[in-house]
Nanobody, 122 residues
Framework: QVQLLESGGGSVQAGGSLRLSCAAS????????MGWFRQAPGKEREGVAL???????TSADSVKGRFTISRDNAKNTLYLQMNSLKPEDTAMYYC????????????????WGQGTQVTVSS
């Protein structure tokens, strides 16, 4: 069974940086579309960034220029480098894997991690 385990969350002041990691077991992440999502209290889960099987990446407008998604195939690990963090980035962050087509819609994703909390104070 596919398992995803996020780490790297924490509390940081506005303008700071964090790097999230997502370790995958039982499968090769480069064989799947991989994405990062976040969910703030009272809000729907939204797509943040994704990386295609080819390595092409894209991200939501709200994080463009600040967040970077990447993967290390040798370590079978997905990353999200988050810079210039803002209080509105506060949320639970999840990594996810899609068997089929890529996209920022959460409905495309088949496997999810348990999440890691990111809190940004002003």
């Amino acid at each position: 069974q596919v398992q995803l385990l996020e780490s790297g969350g924490g509390s940081v002041q506005a303008g700071g940086s964090l790097r999230l990691s997502c370790a995958a077991s039982e499968y090769t992440i480069s064989s799947y579309c991989m994405g990062w999502f976040r969910q703030a209290p009272g809000k729907e889960r939204e797509g943040v960034a994704l990386i295609y099987r080819s390595g092409y990446t894209t991200s939501a407008d709200s994080v463009k220029g600040r967040f970077t998604i990447s993967r290390d195939n040798a370590k079978n690990t997905l990353y999200l480098q988050m810079n210039s963090l803002k209080p509105e980035d506060t949320a639970m962050y999840y990594c996810a894997a899609a068997v089929g087509a890529c996209g920022l819609s959460r409905g495309r994703y088949n496997y999810w991690g348990q999440g890691t909390q990111v809190t940004v104070s002003s």
